[in-house]
């Protein structure tokens, strides 16, 4: 027989409890937080281990680096910004004090005058020129002297290596007169460099160029710290020091010669000290950006609008060059410098 399911006065049916949406939530959240740890723990560890002070401190940490990367790249790049937008600025908008960042009248009017003006297209190529041979030589030097002060031994090696580092102490601006001298006449002969791009090519071949300290120290530092076993083996196999060099130290240097080459080519080209004084007529950048002021008249907001412009594409060749390098420039950083 079947049982009737009757129900008694003093039972009283139960209903089903559907779970609560937020509960289901949160339970879902604690499961995305767990997974993503680095190990694999409750959620009672989990509290302990990152709500207490030291996870308040990294969070904090955190929050602080964030805002000093935020802070530092916005002080480098608006720079860039501003000279960016006001190339792209009419006559009408520079007068305007109402436009602050954004043109109202969109014109390349100043770009159009720059390119005029410094004769943008053929100092370019004479400045690529100048500064990519400087830049060897500069490299070739710098790796030869930082390798022998790294490596061997020698009479007079420390007073020679304490001329290196006055260097880098003495500036360039001290040392430019009795440089012009010397190459006006050079050695007496009544030759003279001057207005001519041997000046900074003799000057670089002998270890005399800008910056040539700071290179022979940035190799002696990159060559001491890579393992002698190197070297030795390659001795054991019947190599000598020239062989050694180029097939051993080189290929294993290459990351800090990237960077040297890279300092090398930037200051070359953005140089006013030595262009200006030993090369003062040679159609290059940094000499043709000169000829801005004078062509704008006495417009004192178009003379600086000129400028900024001018300077825009005076760099612009060299944000293109990191990019395609930045990778090779960092990693050698990281390497260098620091090797006792």
């Given at each position: 027989?079947?049982?009737?399911?009757?129900?008694?006065?003093?039972?009283?049916?139960?209903?089903?409890?559907?779970?609560?949406?937020?509960?289901?939530?949160?339970?879902?959240?604690?499961?995305?937080?767990?997974?993503?740890?680095?190990?694999?723990?409750?959620?009672?560890?989990?509290?302990?281990?990152?709500?207490?002070?030291?996870?308040?401190?990294?969070?904090?940490?955190?929050?602080?680096?964030?805002?000093?990367?935020?802070?530092?790249?916005?002080?480098?790049?608006?720079?860039?910004?501003?000279?960016?937008?006001?190339?792209?600025?009419?006559?009408?908008?520079?007068?305007?004090?109402?436009?602050?960042?954004?043109?109202?009248?969109?014109?390349?009017?100043?770009?159009?005058?720059?390119?005029?003006?410094?004769?943008?297209?053929?100092?370019?190529?004479?400045?690529?020129?100048?500064?990519?041979?400087?830049?060897?030589?500069?490299?070739?030097?710098?790796?030869?002297?930082?390798?022998?002060?790294a490596r061997f031994k020698f009479w007079g090696k420390n007073v020679l290596f304490l001329l290196?580092?006055?260097?880098?102490?003495?500036?360039?601006?001290?040392?430019?007169?009795?440089?012009?001298?010397?190459?006006?006449?050079?050695?007496?002969?009544?030759?003279?460099?001057?207005?001519?791009?041997?000046?900074?090519?003799?000057?670089?071949?002998?270890?005399?160029?800008?910056?040539?300290?700071?290179?022979?120290?940035?190799?002696?530092?990159?060559?001491?710290?890579?393992?002698?076993?190197?070297?030795?083996?390659?001795?054991?196999?019947?190599?000598?020091?020239?062989?050694?060099?180029?097939?051993?130290?080189?290929?294993?240097?290459?990351?800090?010669?990237?960077?040297?080459?890279?300092?090398?080519?930037?200051?070359?080209?953005?140089?006013?000290?030595?262009?200006?004084?030993?090369?003062?007529?040679?159609?290059?950048?940094?000499?043709?950006?000169?000829?801005?002021?004078?062509?704008?008249?006495?417009?004192?907001?178009?003379?600086?609008?000129?400028?900024?412009?001018?300077?825009?594409?005076?760099?612009?060749?060299?944000?293109?060059?990191?990019?395609?390098?930045?990778?090779?420039?960092?990693?050698?950083?990281?390497?260098?410098?620091?090797?006792?």
């Amino acid at each position: 027989m079947e049982e009737n399911n009757v129900v008694t006065p003093n039972e009283v049916p139960v209903k089903e409890k559907k779970p609560n949406f937020f509960k289901k939530l949160w339970e879902k959240i604690k499961e995305k937080i767990l997974s993503h740890s680095e190990e694999v723990m409750t959620w009672d560890r989990w509290k302990r281990k990152n709500l207490n002070l030291n996870g308040l401190g990294r969070f904090c940490w955190y929050i602080v680096r964030l805002v000093l990367i935020i802070g530092i790249s916005f002080m480098i790049l608006y720079p860039f910004l501003v000279k960016g937008i006001v190339s792209f600025m009419s006559t009408n908008d520079i007068t305007d004090n109402t436009v602050m960042y954004l043109p109202r009248e969109g014109s390349t009017y100043f770009i159009q005058k720059a390119l005029t003006t410094m004769d943008y297209w053929s100092a370019l190529l004479n400045t690529a020129l100048l500064s990519l041979g400087v830049a060897v030589l500069q490299l070739f030097v710098s790796t030869f002297v930082g390798y022998g002060f790294a490596r061997f031994k020698f009479w007079g090696k420390n007073v020679l290596f304490l001329l290196v580092i006055l260097m880098l102490i003495v500036p360039s601006q001290t040392i430019i007169l009795p440089l012009y001298v010397n190459l006006n006449n050079f050695l007496g002969t009544g030759l003279s460099f001057i207005d001519t791009p041997f000046a900074l090519l003799f000057l670089a071949i002998t270890g005399l160029g800008l910056k040539n300290g700071l290179y022979i120290y940035m190799m002696r530092q990159f060559f001491r710290g890579m393992p002698k076993e190197l070297e030795m083996s390659a001795y054991i196999d019947g190599a000598g020091h020239f062989r050694t060099f180029f097939s051993v130290m080189l290929p294993n240097a290459s990351n800090m010669m990237i960077t040297i080459f890279l300092f090398a080519f930037t200051w070359q080209w953005t140089d006013t000290t030595y262009n200006t004084m030993l090369m003062p007529n040679l159609n290059i950048l940094t000499n043709t950006i000169m000829n801005v002021t004078v062509s704008s008249g006495d417009d004192v907001t178009q003379t600086q609008a000129l400028l900024d412009t001018s300077s825009l594409l005076l760099i612009l060749p060299l944000l293109i060059v990191f990019l395609f390098a930045q990778r090779y420039f960092i990693q050698s950083i990281e390497r260098s410098g620091l090797v006792e």
